[in-house]
């Protein structure tokens, strides 16, 4: 395992700092619990604001409040807690559900459902469309990584140890989930492939993706937050497949009974992620000297 960079942090001026794991080990099971969260976020995003029509604009408004909140508790926290960072991760997927539809949907018949005039209070979206919120989205995000870059911090999670480090990274989630969501949206609305055929579409990327781990000359960095990106649209397009309507290509389990076996699902995999954690033998500080 490499050494972490050297921490430029001004919490870290003193002569020595203790550095603490806060970000989970990428394994089979972290991509596993990634796409279950992310389907969730689907589900419990269009559960606010379709089901319960709330709208996507009121809707936005809490779920990046909540997304605040939970990432508050990760922030303070002092060393990695499976149920914290998981947490967060919903709050991005359910909060980039929103947005992303906030931004390239509105009232027209095409978003709404079969004689509905509006939903929920306040703007019902801004209609920029898949392709332009999408664009605006990955240069959001590239805003995110050359800032990220030019700070010194490392692109590597599994050292990044400092607050300000963290909060790039989480920045970089939220962005990437928004941008997921409309990816995930587009192949199930506008590309003709359906549900099942754009979940199959990303499924196969990201086999490409994994064989790609394998060749020596391709920056692992940069396959992880491409796959980081495109689970995200497979918890799109599996999040509708569940809930819409067999007669648009769903099974039509619901917003609300779909949301409900996703959490439960994703509450056992923290709490095995949880067991597992204390497990784990304890790891001894690192000294970094100032």
Do not use: C
């Amino acid at each position: 395992m490499q050494h972490p960079e050297a921490l430029t942090d001004l919490d870290v001026a003193s002569t020595t700092k203790s550095v603490t794991k806060k970000l989970p080990e990428v394994t089979l099971a972290f991509w596993i619990m990634k796409i279950a969260a992310t389907t969730l976020g689907e589900t419990a995003g269009d559960l606010f604001a379709q089901t319960l029509k709330l709208g996507y604009f009121l809707t936005t408004i809490a779920l990046f409040l909540i997304f605040v909140v939970t990432l508050v508790v990760q922030l303070r926290s002092r060393r990695y807690n499976p149920f914290f960072y998981w947490t967060v991760i919903l709050s991005t997927s359910m909060a980039g559900t929103t947005m992303s539809d906030f931004m390239n949907r509105d009232a027209s018949t095409k978003y709404l459902s079969s004689g509905a005039t509006s939903l929920g209070w306040g703007p019902q979206g801004l209609g920029l469309g898949y392709p332009a919120g999408a664009a605006i989205l990955i240069s959001i995000l590239l805003v995110v990584f050359a800032v990220w870059r030019l700070s010194g911090m490392t692109f590597q999670i599994r050292d990044i140890v400092t607050f300000r480090g963290e909060a790039l990274f989480w920045s970089a989630i939220l962005v990437s989930n928004t941008l997921g969501t409309s990816m995930g949206d587009f192949l199930s609305d506008s590309s003709g492939l359906g549900y099942a055929g754009g979940a199959l579409l990303v499924t196969g990327a990201l086999a490409v993706l994994a064989v790609l781990m394998k060749v020596p000359t391709v920056p692992n960095v940069l396959l992880f937050w491409i796959a980081f990106v495109l689970t995200r649209p497979l918890g799109a397009t599996a999040g509708d497949l569940l809930t819409k309507p067999v007669a648009k290509g769903g099974l039509n389990l619901g917003t609300a009974g779909s949301s409900a076996v996703l959490l439960a699902v994703l509450l056992a995999l923290m709490a095995y992620a949880q067991v597992r954690e204390r497990r784990a033998p304890a790891v001894q500080p690192t000294e970094r000297k100032g």
